[in-house]
């Protein structure tokens, strides 16, 4: 691999199998009664994290962890960015201290490639701006595959809103490098200008999206992005996309229901079908540590060692 990890679209399909394959492996580690291996002993992960979040932050660490890395959660509400500092400046402060790698989630689109240029030290990207979210999207793939067996061929589709979210544009670049059959639904305000160009059937009937689907995804309304009303209300919203037990039934009787999180219940998605039989939203959470293990692995030279 690469020396950062900064969304699927450096990503070959071989490696993104790779990641995947890798990450069976270390499933197997949480599975132990002492969940941890010595694999990176000695090695230094800084966490650096310039929004909130619960699913990936606590993900990385315990991967970390996991791994026998030391791990450094660097709070910036409590950092010199509250005093001025720029992301430059703090990533070439962090960098001089010399760590083996760093997460970054930053609202800013490109944050990541920024680091990356100037930092030694290897960038994973835990979430930049409206741009790409790649663990997320590996671990939703992980997910189905456990599920489906495979990834080609399956007929996948992603609801909600479409404009702001970095997991569908990373799980969109995943699954149709693939071979899945992806299409996304939501109203016509929350869908990107032009996306059928890459590679998507698009409707904004979502009955007729999940007809005879394997796979629904199910994405947050992003209020905390938007500038403007993008929907009239979210009881609206809820009537005309909201996962329902209903809207399920057009799909197979086989389909699973995906969340990357945090959940809005009763907007985007109802409690039962949350709850329900077909809900692997929170496998999505446990294979997450998997998954970044495994990143965090191959990226610390984990491919050379195994040559």
């Known amino acids: 691999m690469k020396k950062d990890l900064l969304g699927i679209g450096d990503l070959s399909a071989e490696e993104i199998h790779l990641i995947l394959d890798t990450a069976e492996a270390m499933r197997e580690i949480g599975q132990r009664p002492i969940k941890k291996v010595p694999t990176l002993r000695g090695k230094t992960v800084v966490n650096l994290f310039y929004e909130p979040s619960t699913r990936t932050r606590t993900s990385f660490e315990i991967a970390e962890k996991r791994l026998s890395a ?3 959660n660097i709070a910036v509400a409590t950092s010199s960015v509250m005093k001025g500092e720029t992301l430059v400046d703090t990533a070439m402060n962090i960098d001089a201290m010399a760590p083996d790698m760093i997460v970054l989630r930053h609202p ?3 944050a990541c490639h920024l680091l990356s240029r100037i930092c030694q030290s290897p ?3 835990a979430g930049d701006g409206l741009h790409e979210h790649p663990t997320q999207a590996l671990l939703d793939a992980f997910t189905i595959r456990e599920h489906k067996q495979r990834i080609e061929g399956l007929k996948v589709v992603i609801v909600g809103d479409l404009m702001h979210s970095r997991v569908l544009r990373s799980n969109m670049l995943l699954l149709t490098k693939l071979g899945a059959e992806l299409w996304v639904s939501g109203p016509p305000t929350l869908v990107p ?5 890459l590679g998507v059937r698009v409707s ?7 007809e005879g689907a394997d796979v629904i995804m199910m994405l947050r309304i992003q209020h905390e992005r938007m500038q403007t009303a993008f929907v009239p209300s979210l009881r609206e919203y809820y009537n005309l996309f909201g996962m329902t037990a209903a809207r399920v039934a057009h799909a197979k009787p086989d389909v699973i229901i995906m969340h990357p999180g945090p959940m809005n219940r009763g907007v985007e998605i109802a409690s039962d079908v949350a709850d329900g039989p077909y809900s692997v939203i929170l496998e999505q959470v446990a294979n997450g540590v998997a998954v970044r293990m495994a990143v965090l692995y191959l990226l610390a030279g984990g491919a050379e060692e195994a040559d």
């Open 70 to 72: 030391d791990t450094l």
């Open 123 to 125: 960038i994973i990207n």
């Open 204 to 210: 904004t009937s979502v009955d007729a999206a999940v």
């Open 193 to 197: 200008v032009g996306i059928e160009r």
């Open 108 to 110: 800013s689109s490109g």
